[in-house]
Structure formats: structure tokens, C-alpha cells
């Protein structure tokens, strides 16, 4: 006959330690899970993305485009002093007739950035006052109230 020995029992010093142990690696997965990536896109699908972009707009643009995309009272119309007022973002203005990287350049540096030959261009640059992910944010924000064809043209390009 084999004779086996008792089978030992952890010390309480050891459970504890092994708990302490499960919740620290516990703790560190979960913030490593929860750690988001930067927004380095303008998708209108990335949910945070467009969610911070419509604070960032409200903030920032809204008080020239509107509230609403609307743009400003007769967009098509210069100003006396020559320039455009600002035009609508939602889909009856022009903005997605450009690309990502022509919208991120005006935004960052301004539509003299962008602007053909002998355009009077006024909207300041938001490089100085907006991060690169705030600015894709805003774009992705924008983008996501256009409709699915309007999103299909615009990443087709149009510039």
C-alpha cells in the first residue's frame, strides 16, 4: 500500500499575500485596459472622438458656423471688407467637398493656410489653442452629422 502525505495548507500569511497579489495584477489590467488611445482621426464612428469634438466645436466654432452647423446668415455673400462669412458644416455647405488633411490644415493654421491666389481669408488658425486630437475630434464631430452619402463623397475626395 502507498502512503501518502497529509496535503499542507497555505499559511494565511500566503493567502494574504496571493490576494494581494491577484488584486494588484488586477488594478494594473484594468487601468491598462481602460488607458484610451489618442484620437489621431477625423472617423465620425469613434464615439469619444465625436463626443469631445462637440464640446470643442460648442467652445470654439460654433460662435462663427452656429450652433447648429447653420454657418453664418448669407455665407455666399462677402463681407464689405472682402472675406466670406463663415459657412456651414452641416451637409448643405462645402466642407465635405475637401479632404481630412485639407480640413485639419485649416483648422490648425487658418483658411490663409489653404486659400487659393487672391482669396480674402479669415478664420484664424486653432493651432495655438486646440491640441491635433481636440481638432480631429472637432472633425470627426462634424463629419458625424452628415449623411451616409455625404460621408461616402467626402472620403471619395473632392478637393
Known amino acids: 500500500m502507498h502512503h ?3 496535503r499542507r495548507r497555505p499559511s494565511k500569511r500566503a ?4 490576494g494581494f497579489l ?5 488594478l494594473v489590467a484594468g487601468n491598462l485596459l481602460r488607458t484610451e488611445l ?3 482621426s477625423s472617423s465620425p464612428n469613434n ?3 465625436v463626443a469631445l ?5 460648442l467652445a470654439n466654432c460654433a460662435s462663427c ?3 447648429n452647423l447653420e454657418g453664418a446668415p448669407n455665407w455666399k455673400t462677402a463681407n464689405p471688407d472682402g472675406t466670406m462669412p463663415a459657412p456651414p458644416h452641416d451637409a448643405s455647405g462645402h466642407t465635405w467637398h475637401h479632404s481630412d488633411d ?3 490644415t485649416t483648422v490648425k493654421e487658418g483658411s490663409a493656410a489653404v486659400a487659393p491666389l487672391g482669396y480674402q481669408a479669415s478664420m484664424p488658425g486653432f493651432g495655438g489653442a486646440l491640441s491635433d486630437e481636440e481638432i480631429y475630434a472637432v472633425l470627426a464631430y462634424i463629419k458625424s452629422t452628415w449623411p451616409p452619402e455625404v460621408q461616402a463623397a467626402q472620403r471619395r475626395g473632392h478637393d
Open 4 to 6: 501518502t502525505a497529509p
Open 15 to 18: 493567502l494574504l499575500i496571493g
Open 22 to 26: 491577484l488584486l494588484l495584477i488586477g
Open 38 to 40: 489618442p484620437i489621431t
Open 47 to 49: 464615439s469619444r472622438a
Open 53 to 57: 469634438g462637440r464640446e470643442v466645436y
Open 65 to 67: 458656423h452656429g450652433a
Open 102 to 104: 485639407y480640413l485639419f
